[in-house]
């Protein structure tokens, strides 16, 4: 089995063949983003992220990728590429502008321990928390933790174009503690 179809279904086995593009004003595109990405952004679990107040550099980088085919994702490449940059950077500019809301989520006190220690490698960029200490960073605090663990999973899967710098930094990681860094930074405000 493509290691994609693993994802696909890691994050609740969506039925995305349906999905058609939107049109309207960027409020009206906003709103079908929610859907999946939670009220506001906000996400209600199951493995989707939070986007309401990602940095917008990052937020239009990610989509841009994906519009490009530059970056592996088991849904967004197939929605985004029906959106023209305009739009992205307009979804990027709204998205950004919300704020930023810890997922309420349950974590594990062993594990956020452990993964505290593991990430002091990664303060230098984002933070003793996981705010994002860099424009191009993604906010990892109170983010959910299903979908920040899959996402250092994909970082780790050289078969699959990812961003090579967080390749690198996700390498740090030993492989036993990944689950505790996505429990770690989920478990911050
Ligand atoms: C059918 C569900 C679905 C819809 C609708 C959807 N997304 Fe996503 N989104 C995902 C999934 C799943 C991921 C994880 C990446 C992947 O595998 O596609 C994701 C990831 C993201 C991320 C990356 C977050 C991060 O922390 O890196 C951004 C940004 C994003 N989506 C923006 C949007 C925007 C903007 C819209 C509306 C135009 C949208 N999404 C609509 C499912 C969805
Ligand atoms: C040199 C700066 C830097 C360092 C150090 C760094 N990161 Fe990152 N990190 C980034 C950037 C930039 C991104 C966005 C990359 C992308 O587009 O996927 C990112 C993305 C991430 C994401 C994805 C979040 C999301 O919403 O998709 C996770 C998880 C993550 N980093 C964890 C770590 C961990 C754990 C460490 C330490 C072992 C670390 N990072 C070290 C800069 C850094």
């Not at 989707?48 to 917008?56: C, K, N, T, V």
């Not at 984002?126 to 970082?155: I, S, V």
Request: charged share 20%; net charge positive; proline share 5%.
């Amino acid at each position: 089995m493509h290691r994609g179809v693993w994802y696909a279904l890691a994050v609740g086995g969506l039925a995305v063949a349906g999905i058609a593009h939107a049109s309207g004003t960027i409020e009206a595109l906003a709103r079908t983003c929610n859907n999946c990405h939670g009220v506001n952004g906000v996400s209600a679990g199951d493995g989707m992220p939070s986007i309401g107040g990602l940095p917008e550099g990052y937020l239009k980088t990610v989509m841009m990728e994906w519009k490009e085919g530059k970056r592996y994702s088991a849904t967004m490449g197939r929605l985004i590429k029906g959106y023209t940059e305009e739009e992205i950077a307009g979804l990027a500019a709204y998205f950004s502008k919300l704020p930023w809301t810890p997922v309420a989520q349950k974590t594990d006190s062993k594990l956020v321990e452990r993964g505290k220690q593991a990430t002091q490698s990664c303060v230098s960029c984002h933070g003793p928390t996981g705010k994002a200490a860099m424009p191009t960073a993604p906010n990892l605090n109170g983010q959910n933790a299903k979908y920040l663990e899959m996402e250092m999973r994909k970082y780790l899967d050289d078969s699959i174009p990812m961003p090579a710098m967080m390749r690198m930094m996700a390498k740090q990681v030993k492989p036993e503690d990944l689950e505790a860094v996505a429990h770690f930074y989920a478990s911050q405000k």
